[in-house]
């Protein structure tokens, strides 16, 4: 049995949108993969670090929600994964957003991830997908974040080749 589930992409450190892209390309042995446009946001944590791209991948994968994420952190380390501080800047950063319809709660694995429905870099790409997606009951485009978001298309649904 199959689940969607989406996953978060985001990289300020490097060669960002080939870290992404390449990401994207390494998600594809997990299930069938789409891609929202890719975006620009300024940083959430401290503000003296360049800029994020950002997108958002839907993998529909047979994967359960901590095999996947196993995977997920397997991906960022075999790219080179630098965090050099909380919220600061990092060359890959993988986020298992939401898992079907699932709510999941342990010491590794919080879904749907903490404080989604605040970050427009999460909800905006998240609504490329699908712009009926909900989360507990809550419409995604009804989201107040998005009334004042941040965030530059830097490219349409054509920058990786999946």
Same mark, same amino acid.
């Given at each position: 049995?199959?689940?969607?589930?989406?996953i978060?992409?985001?990289?300020?450190?490097?060669?960002?949108?080939q870290?992404?892209?390449?990401?994207v390309q390494?998600?594809?042995?997990?299930?069938a %993969?789409?891609v929202?446009?890719?975006?620009?946001?300024?940083?959430?944590?401290?503000?003296?670090?360049?800029?994020?791209?950002? &997108?958002?991948a839907?993998l529909?994968t +047979?994967l &359960?929600p901590?095999?996947?994420?196993d995977?997920?952190?397997?991906i960022e380390n075999?790219?080179g994964?630098?965090r050099?501080?909380h919220?600061?800047e990092?060359?890959?950063?993988l986020?298992?957003?939401?898992y079907? =319809?699932?709510?999941?709660?342990?010491?590794?694995?919080? /879904?749907?991830?903490?404080g989604?429905? =605040?970050?427009?870099?999460?909800? %905006?790409?998240l609504?490329?997908?699908?712009?009926s997606?909900? %989360?507990?009951?809550?419409?995604?485009?009804?989201?107040?974040v998005?009334k004042?978001?941040?965030?530059t /298309?830097? +490219?349409?649904?054509?920058w990786?080749n999946i």
């Amino acid at each position: 049995m199959s689940t969607v589930t989406y996953i978060g992409l985001g990289s300020n450190l490097g060669d960002s949108k080939q870290l992404l892209a390449d990401a994207v390309q390494q998600l594809k042995q997990f299930g069938a %993969v789409k891609v929202s446009k890719l975006y620009r946001s300024p940083p959430m944590g401290p503000q003296d670090q360049p800029y994020y791209f950002n &997108a958002v991948a839907q993998l529909v994968t +047979a994967l &359960a929600p901590l095999a996947l994420l196993d995977e997920l952190q397997k991906i960022e380390n075999e790219s080179g994964r630098v965090r050099l501080r909380h919220w600061g800047e990092r060359t890959l950063d993988l986020d298992l957003i939401l898992y079907g =319809e699932e709510n999941i709660q342990n010491e590794r694995l919080t /879904v749907p991830h903490v404080g989604m429905m =605040e970050r427009d870099f999460v909800l %905006v790409p998240l609504l490329d997908l699908d712009a009926s997606l909900q %989360v507990n009951g809550q419409q995604i485009k009804d989201s107040d974040v998005l009334k004042h978001t941040t965030l530059t /298309v830097l +490219a349409d649904e054509s920058w990786v080749n999946i």
